[in-house]
DNA sequence: ATAGGGTTAG
C-alpha cells in the first residue's frame, strides 16, 4: 500500500498547505483524481500553489496524465482569479505535452500564451522550447529560440541538450562555443552529449578542462559516459576519485557506480558501497538505488545477496525492483525461479512492461523453456497490450534456436514486422553452430556481415560454423578476409577473483614470470589428471586462436583455462572459483569446467557474456543448455 | 514552477 492511500480515508485537507503536502505524497493519477474530487467545491484548489502542485503532480505520476493536467488548464482559464496559478503550472503542464509527444496540444497553448502576458515569463518560454525539443522538433525550437527576447542560460542549456538528443551534434556544440555565459550546467550537459554521441576522449578534454571538479553530475555524467562506452574500469576509478576529492554522491553517483562495478564483477566493492549506504541510513527505497543494488549483485555472480535485497524492500516494490531482480534470475539461468516471481508479481497486481517480457522471455530461452516462451510471448500482446520490439524476436529467436528448431526462427524472422539486425541473425547463426546448419548458418552469417562488417564476432562465428562442419579451407579463408578488412578479433580475457584482489589473464598475451610458471604448471598437472577421467581437448572450438600459436612462451588456451588453474592453485579451501569471462565460453572450456569441479571437487561460478555458469560435483547449472 | 547525471534487456 503506498503512503497516499493510507492518508487517503482522512477526510478532506483543511487549507492549501495540507492540500500541498498531500498532493506531494501521492504517487497514482487515481490518488490524485480523489483528493481533487475532494476539493473542488472549496476555494482551495483556486490557491496558486495547489492548482500548480495538481498539475505537476500529474504530470509526474505514473503514466503521465495528460488529459489530467490539460483539464486542470481549462478550469484555471475559466475561473480570471487565478492568474497566478496559470503561471505556475505551465511549465509542468507544457512538460507533459511534451512527455506525450502531444504537439498538437502545446500547439495551441502556445498560441494563447503568445496572447497573453505570460510570453514574458522566463519559465513559460523556456518551458515551451523545452517542449518542443522534448518532442524532437529541433526546427521549431530553434525559431521560438532565435525569437526569444528573454533568453538565458537556461534556454541555452536546452538548447545544447535537446540538440544532442535529436542527434543535433554540430548544432549543440556550435550552441555551446557561442553562448554569451556558461555555467556548470552547460558543462554537464556537453559532457554528457559528448559522451553519449561522440566520444569519451572528447568528454574527457572538456572534463579537464573544467578545473571545478566539485560538482557531483559532472562526475557522474564521466562515469555514467565510460561505462556506457563499454570501459566499466575506467569508469570505477573516476567514481573513486570522485569520493576520494570529497564531493558527497547522491543516488544517481551511487547508482552509476554500482552499475560500473556490476559490469565488472567486483563483489567487495559493491558490499562496501552496499555497506556505506547502510551506515549513512540511504533509504533503498527511493529512487532507483534497490533496483542497482539487485542488479550489482546479480551481476557479481551472488544472486542470494540480490534475492535479500529485494526481499528487504518495505515499500510497495516498483516495475523496476521487480524487473531487475526477474533479469538477475535470468542471467543465472534460474528459469522456473523467474516464472515464478513473475507469477507472484501479477499476484500483486504489479503491471509488467517490455523489460519485464524480456527478463521472462530471457530466462525460458536459457533454460530451454520452449512452450513456456511461447506462451509468454503470446500473451505479451493478447492480455497485457505490449507489442514486441526487436529484442523480444532476438529473445525468441533464440528460443527455439537453441532448441534446434531452426524452422520455428527463421519464421520468426520472416514473419517480424521489424527489419532484422545483425543481432538477430548471429543468434541465428549460433543456433546453427550448435546444431550444425551450414546452409542456414551460412545465409545468417552473410546478412550479418552485411549490417557490420567491422564486427569481429561475426567472422568468429562463421569460422566455428566451418570449423564444426570441418571445412578447413574456409577458415582459412574467413581469416585471411579479416585480415584483408583489418578486423581483429576481440581479445579473450578472464578474471579471477583471489581474496579480493583480480588477476587478469588474457590470451596471447605475456604475464608476470611467477604467475606464469603457477598457470603453466598448475594446467599441465590438472589436465594430465582430467585425460585420466577421459578428458579429450575438443580442438575445433580452439582453432580461431591458431593465430597466437606462433609467438613464443605464451601459453595457448582459452583465458578461462587459466584464470582457473591460477585460482585452483591459490584459493582458499572451500572457496568457491569465481571467474569472468568477456566472450562467450566454449564447449571445450564448458567440458574442462565441469570435469574440474568433480575431479577437484572444487565449486566454479564462470559468467561469460551472456550468464552465469555454476560448476559443482560434475555438472553445470545451465544443464549444457547455453 | 524552466536547463545537467540514474537500474532493468542484448
Known amino acids: 500500500m503506498s503512503t497516499a492511500s ?4 482522512t477526510a478532506a485537507p483543511a487549507d492549501h498547505r495540507a492540500a500541498v503536502s498531500l498532493v506531494e505524497k501521492c504517487r497514482l493519477a487515481t490518488e490524485l483524481r480523489q483528493i481533487h474530487g475532494r476539493i473542488i467545491k472549496s476555494d482551495i484548489l483556486s490557491h496558486p500553489l495547489v492548482a500548480s502542485r495538481f498539475v505537476s503532480a500529474f504530470s509526474l505520476s505514473e503514466g503521465n496524465s495528460l488529459p489530467d493536467c490539460l483539464l486542470l488548464y481549462s478550469q484555471m482559464m475559466a475561473s480570471l482569479g487565478n492568474r497566478q496559478g496559470l503561471g505556475f503550472s505551465l511549465p509542468s503542464l507544457l512538460k507533459s505535452c511534451g512527455k506525450a509527444s502531444a504537439l498538437e496540444e502545446g500547439r495551441q497553448i502556445h498560441a494563447q500564451v503568445l496572447k497573453s502576458h505570460l510570453r514574458e515569463d522566463p519559465f513559460v518560454s523556456n518551458s515551451i522550447l523545452r517542449m518542443y525539443l522534448e518532442m524532437g522538433e529541433v526546427e521549431v525550437a530553434l525559431k521560438v529560440f532565435d525569437k526569444m527576447f528573454n533568453r538565458d542560460v537556461i534556454s541555452w542549456n536546452s538548447m545544447i541538450s535537446g540538440c544532442f538528443k535529436s542527434g543535433k551534434i554540430d548544432l549543440a556544440c556550435r550552441m555551446f562555443d557561442e553562448m554569451p555565459h556558461k555555467d556548470i550546467v552547460s558543462v554537464n550537459s556537453m559532457v554528457d552529449g559528448l559522451m553519449k554521441h561522440v566520444g569519451c576522449d572528447f568528454a574527457r578534454e572538456l572534463f579537464e578542462k573544467n578545473r571545478d571538479k566539485s560538482d557531483v553530475v559532472t562526475w557522474t555524467s564521466m562515469v555514467s559516459g565510460y561505462t556506457l562506452n563499454g570501459h566499466p574500469k575506467e569508469a570505477l576509478k573516476l567514481f573513486r576519485e570522485m569520493l576520494r576529492s570529497g564531493v558527497d554522491p547522491d543516488v544517481a553517483a551511487i547508482v552509476n557506480g554500482l552499475s560500473a562495478i556490476a559490469d565488472l564483477g567486483f563483489a567487495e566493492e559493491g558490499r562496501w558501497i552496499h555497506a556505506m549506504l547502510h551506515r549513512s541510513s540511504t533509504s533503498l ?8 543494488l539487485i542488479d550489482m549483485y546479480s551481476k557479481c555472480g551472488l544472486i542470494g ?3 535479500s535485497v529485494f526481499r528487504s524492500i518495505s515499500s510497495r516494490r516498483r516495475i523496476v525492483d521487480w524487473n531487475s531482480m526477474l533479469s538477475g534470475l535470468a542471467l543465472h539461468g534460474l528459469g522456473r525461479e523467474t516464472l515464478d516471481l513473475f507469477n507472484e508479481m501479477l499476484r500483486m497486481d504489479v503491471n509488467p512492461d517490455e523489460v519485464t517480457f524480456l527478463a521472462i522471455l530471457s ?11 511461447q ?3 503470446k500473451i505479451m500482446h493478447e492480455e497485457f497490450n505490449i507489442s514486441p520490439r526487436i529484442k523480444h524476436y532476438g529473445c525468441m529467436i533464440d528460443l527455439f534456436g537453441r532448441a534446434g528448431l531452426l524452422e520455428n526462427a527463421t519464421r520468426i524472422i520472416d514473419e ?9 541473425w548471429k543468434s541465428l547463426l549460433s543456433s546453427c553452430i550448435k546444431h550444425g546448419y551450414v546452409a542456414i548458418g551460412e545465409a545468417a552469417a552473410m546478412k550479418a556481415l552485411e549490417l557490420a562488417p567491422l564486427d569481429s564476432s561475426c567472422y568468429v562465428l562463421l569460422s566455428n560454423l566451418y570449423a564444426n562442419a570441418g571445412k578447413w579451407s574456409n577458415v582459412a579463408k574467413i581469416r585471411a578476409v579479416m585480415k584483408a578488412r583489418k578486423v581483429r578479433k576481440n581479445p579473450g580475457c578472464s578474471s579471477v577473483m583471489i581474496g579480493g584482489s583480480i588477476h587478469e589473464f588474457f590470451v596471447g598475451k605475456e604475464m608476470g614470470t611467477t604467475c606464469r610458471e603457477v598457470v603453466r604448471a598448475k594446467l599441465e598437472e590438472v589436465i594430465g589428471r582430467l585425460k585420466m577421467e577421459g578428458y579429450r581437448a575438443d580442438l575445433n572450438q580452439v582453432i580461431v586462436d591458431v593465430d597466437e600459436e606462433e609467438k613464443e612462451g605464451l601459453l595457448v588456451v582459452h583465458s578461462e583455462k587459466m584464470a582457473i ?4 592453485a591459490s584459493i582458499d579451501e ?3 572459483i569465481r571467474v569472468m569471462k568477456n566472450l562467450r565460453v566454449c564447449g571445450d572450456c564448458h567440458s574442462f569446467s565441469k570435469l574440474v569441479s568433480r575431479v577437484y571437487n572444487q565449486e566454479i561460478i564462470l559468467r561469460d557474456q551472456n550468464r552465469f555458469h555454476h560448476f559443482k560435483g560434475g555438472t553445470c547449472s545451465c544443464n549444457d543448455y547455453w
Open 305 to 307: 545477496d540480490a534475492c
Open 565 to 568: 588453474a591460477f585460482g585452483l
Open 6 to 9: 493510507a492518508t487517503l480515508s
Open 375 to 377: 506462451h509468454y510471448f
Open 416 to 424: 517480424m514486422p521489424v527489419e532484422p539486425d545483425s543481432m538477430i
Open 574 to 576: 572451500g572457496a568457491p
Open 363 to 373: 530466462a525460458c530461452s536459457h533454460s530451454g523453456l520452449v512452450d513456456e516462451g
Open 285 to 292: 527505497n527511493s529512487g532507483i538505488l534497490a533496483s542497482a
